[in-house]
């Protein structure tokens, strides 16, 4: 699930997880967090990264794939859904996840 995204139009957009350059105006914004998520942990909007298109599909398939509402209590034996602030910790876990993720990718592309 993406946040609210908006094109930034500048001369030139660079990617800040890949380093690839863009064309003016397709450069993408998201919100580290989403939105919602940070407005029912009531805590200020999160940290915004500029993403080219294909960084930015791909995060949110890690973020559809990896970010899970749900945690399992052993005690009641079921599954609960997380707190907002285990939703945001979650967020954050898994953006770190991919910025390493694409780090490594760019450090093995340039040997």
Avoid at 27 to 54: F, G
Avoid at 83 to 93: G, L
Wanted: net charge positive; proline share 4%.
């Amino acid at each position: 699930m993406l946040s609210e995204t908006t094109s930034k139009e500048t001369e030139q957009d660079v990617c800040e997880l890949c380093g690839c350059v863009t064309e003016p105006g397709t450069a993408q914004t998201l919100h580290i967090i989403p939105i919602e998520v940070t407005k029912k942990a009531r805590m200020p909007d999160s940290a915004t990264v500029v993403l080219c298109s294909n960084c930015y599909t791909e995060i949110g398939a890690w973020y559809a794939k990896k970010v899970s509402t749900l945690v399992y209590k052993p005690a009641t034996q079921r599954f609960e859904r997380k707190s907002s602030v285990e939703m945001v910790r979650e967020y954050e876990n898994i953006y770190k996840a991919f910025f390493d993720y694409r780090k490594r990718q760019r450090e093995s592309a340039k040997f």
